[in-house]
Nanobody, 128 residues
Framework: QVQLVESGGGLVQAGGSLRLSCAASGRTFSSYLMGWFRQAPGKEREFVATIRWNGGNTYHADSVEGRFTISRDDAKNTVYLQMNSLSPEDTAIYYC?????????????????????WGQGTQVTVSS
């Protein structure tokens, strides 16, 4: 059974940094896309970034490009989201997700419906 456990959220001042972690277990993720999404109060869940486990190719939403970086550690089976230059608009619950991607599919998944497994989320609050 796939388990995704996020950690690293918290309260930070505007301009600060946080690193979120997502510990993945339950299967081999070599054919998976791993993603980060976020959801602010009263808003829909929003794509943040994704990484192809096999190869490490990444894609980031325009809203976080240049500020956030997704990465993974094969040895620890963990995906990270390094968040720099945080602003109050980044305040949300951040979710880790996993999607099995069939062979031959090369585009990045950016919609929550495309992901099969989800973590419980971790709160990020940025104060002004």
């Amino acid at each position: 059974q796939v388990q995704l456990v996020e950690s690293g959220g918290g309260l930070v001042q505007a301009g600060g940094s946080l690193r979120l972690s997502c510990a993945a277990s339950g299967r081999t993720f070599s054919s998976y896309l791993m993603g980060w999404f976020r959801q602010a109060p009263g808003k829909e869940r929003e794509f943040v970034a994704t990484i192809r486990w096999n190869g490490g190719n990444t894609y980031h939403a325009d809203s976080v490009e240049g500020r956030f970086t997704i990465s993974r550690d094969d040895a620890k089976n963990t995906v990270y989201l390094q968040m720099n230059s945080l602003s109050p608009e980044d305040t949300a619950i951040y979710y880790c997700a996993a999607a099995r991607q069939p062979l031959g599919i090369t585009y990045y998944y950016t919609h929550s419906q495309e992901y099969d497994y989800w973590g419980q989320g971790t709160q990020v609050t940025v104060s002004s």
